[in-house]
């Protein structure tokens, strides 16, 4: 008698790839490379994930939990209504949450500021990680002025 394994609807073992409609992404413009936050209807609590795909109108994400890419990250930390108004230098064990705010960079969908410019929750993204020996000597990174920071980030994923 055959085992019917199909409790598993994801692929390649563990890993959580999906192919997401743009419609359903906070950022509906997906980029390759680039951090995706699948939108919820409870503020601060989609799912985030690193776009690997882009094709007709989906983005493939991998929403694997403990991924680490690098990113680029905002230093910012609070906001004084639409302008960002505090910062501080990054360092490793740092949250990373996805922010939508305004104010952020072109390309730059991550700050280390759990709310957003309207006061609204960011969804925790991930945590700041050293890649190696090397980047680990350079934390922290940035200052208490405003700056992006390339940092390797650990995904929190789907299921984390």
Not at 23 to 36: I, N, S, V, Y
Not at 67 to 76: E, F, L, P, T
Not at 81 to 102: L, M
Request: hydrophobic content about 40%; charged content about 20%.
């Amino acid at each position: 008698m055959a085992l019917i394994q199909d409790y598993e609807v994801s692929f390649v073992g563990a890993e959580r790839k999906w192919p997401i409609p743009y419609a359903r992404l906070k950022d509906t413009t997906p980029e390759t490379g680039h951090p995706a936050l699948l939108v919820s209807a409870v503020a601060g609590t989609g799912i985030g994930g690193t776009v690997l795909v882009t094709e007709d109108s989906k983005a493939v994400i991998d929403f694997t939990p403990g991924k680490i890419s690098y990113q680029n990250v905002r230093n910012v930390i609070t906001y004084a209504g639409s302008a960002e108004a505090t910062f501080r230098a990054i360092n490793i064990g740092d949250p990373v949450y996805y922010d939508a705010s305004a104010t952020m960079p072109a390309g730059v969908e991550l700050s280390t500021s759990p709310l957003d410019s309207a006061d609204a929750a960011n969804t925790l993204w991930g945590f700041v990680v050293p890649k190696d020996a090397t980047d680990e000597a350079l934390f922290p990174k940035g200052t208490t002025t405003a700056s992006t920071q390339r940092c390797a980030v650990m995904q929190r994923g789907a299921g984390a």
